[in-house]
Structures are given as structure tokens and as C-alpha cells.
T-cell receptor
Framework: RKEVEQDPGPFNVPEGATVAFNCTYSNSASQSFFWYRQDCRKEPKLLMSVYSSGNEDGRFTAQLNRASQYISLLIRDSKLSDSATYLCVVERSNDYKLSFGAGTTVTVRA | SQTIHQWPATLVQPVGSPLSLECTVEGTSNPNLYWYRQAAGRGLQLLFYSVGIGQISSEVPQNLSASRPQDRQFILSSKKLLLSDSGFYLC????????????FGEGSWLTVV
């Protein structure tokens, strides 16, 4: 089983729609979680960290469910500029290593 | 503020040729440094990480090597490239304490022909 698994998508949504997707992780001792955004042929960039109580940054909301070992990302009022691949990142128990999911592709259409 | 740079951005190399990708970080000291590879349509694979000068840990066996000759310099090398070495190589850093966010360089596209 992969350490981090994501639905690859693509999620094709119209502008203004809400889109949400999950990421599951296998190591129950994982402590830190992040969502990164990666545009085509570019480096990944931090979108937001994911906190235990859940957190929101503008139109983006991240949730953590430790019991079921998944994190989620919800994008409200989608913009064309939200089209990207979203990478789920999980820290492996403080050993300086991060595990990356293969990414979920979101395409927002006009 | 901290910045990370890696180069070259793009290169095309013949099979069997050597490789050297360089990465430097500015504005921080004693960072943890990483080399990742991303194959087409796949997730990031950790190749090497370093917690200090001369300290290199390898995640997967391969014909690549890494070195950290200075605190903020990380080099990825190969003596003889294989076709399977093609991919997008990313250098990254993170602080050793506090926030664990990882930051990436711009990436290097390697095509082995």
C-alpha cells in the first residue's frame, strides 16, 4: 500500500463550483500534513498546512481526520486560476522525510 | 527572506554522460536539504536528503549520488546517465525546527537521449 494515495481525477468543474477531494495516508504516526499546488511543468508550491482542528484560507478549506487517516481539501467558488494539480504531503513521524501523493488534477472551465 | 535556486533549468544529455545539478539556499543556515525526482504523471520520489554538511542519506538505490560541500549547497550527480534517469528534479529545503514546511527550487528538466 502506498504511503499517500490520492484520486488522480481529473475533476472538471465550472467556474463558481465547489470541488472537494481527499487524500489517505497509511502511517498512523504521521504528524504534519500539507497541501501543495503544482502547475504544469512547475515546482510545487505550498498551498496550506492542515491543522488538527481544520483550517481555512480564503476559498480553501482543509480538514484532517486522524481516525480514518485522511485529509481533505475543498475549494469554493472555483476560479479558472485554480486549475492545477494538488499534492497531498504527509510527514513521516519526524524523520525529516515527507511523502507525496501523486496529485489530484483540477480543471476549472469557463 | 529565504530563497532557493537550482540549475540548470533544462538539459538534454546522452546516455552514459555525466550529470551535475546544483542547488543553493540563501537566507537560512543549517537547513535540511532534499533532492526529489518526479517522473511524468507520477508523484515526487525522494532521492536524497541531508541534515548537515557531508551528511547524505539515500532513499533508493540508483546510479545517482549527492553531495553537500557547504551548508547551503546541495549537488546531485551521476557518472553515467541512463534513459530511466529522465524526469523533473527538484531541490528542496526546510528549517530544522519549528514549522516543517518544505520549499522547492524551480526544478530541472532532464531528458536522457
Amino acid at each position: 500500500r502506498k504511503e499517500v494515495e490520492q484520486d488522480p481525477g481529473p475533476f472538471n468543474v465550472p467556474e463558481g463550483a465547489t470541488v472537494a477531494f481527499n487524500c489517505t495516508y497509511s502511517n498512523s504516526a504521521s504528524q504534519s500534513f500539507f497541501w501543495y499546488r503544482q502547475d504544469c511543468r512547475k515546482e510545487p508550491k505550498l498551498l496550506m498546512s492542515v491543522y488538527s482542528s481544520g483550517n481555512e484560507d480564503g476559498r480553501f478549506t482543509a480538514q484532517l481526520n486522524r481516525a480514518s487517516q485522511y485529509i481533505s481539501l475543498l475549494i469554493r467558488d472555483s476560479k479558472l486560476s485554480d486549475s492545477a494539480t494538488y499534492l497531498c504531503v504527509v510527514e513521516r513521524s519526524n524523520d525529516y522525510k515527507l511523502s507525496f501523493g501523486a496529485g489530484t488534477t483540477v480543471t476549472v472551465r469557463a | 527572506s529565504q530563497t532557493i535556486h537550482q540549475w540548470p533549468a533544462t538539459l538534454v544529455q546522452p546516455v552514459g554522460s555525466p550529470l551535475s545539478l546544483e542547488c543553493t539556499v540563501e537566507g537560512t543556515s543549517n537547513p535540511n536539504l532534499y533532492w526529489y525526482r518526479q517522473a511524468a504523471g507520477r508523484g515526487l520520489q525522494l532521492l536524497f536528503y541531508s541534515v548537515g554538511i557531508g551528511q547524505i542519506s539515500s532513499e533508493v538505490p540508483q546510479n545517482l549520488s549527492a553531495s553537500r560541500p557547504q551548508d547551503r549547497q546541495f549537488i546531485l550527480s551521476s557518472k553515467k546517465l541512463l534513459l530511466s534517469d529522465s524526469g523533473f528534479y527538484l531541490c528542496a529545503w526546510r528549517t530544522t525546527g519549528g514549522a516543517y514546511t518544505i520549499y522547492f527550487g524551480e526544478g530541472s528538466w532532464l531528458t536522457v537521449v
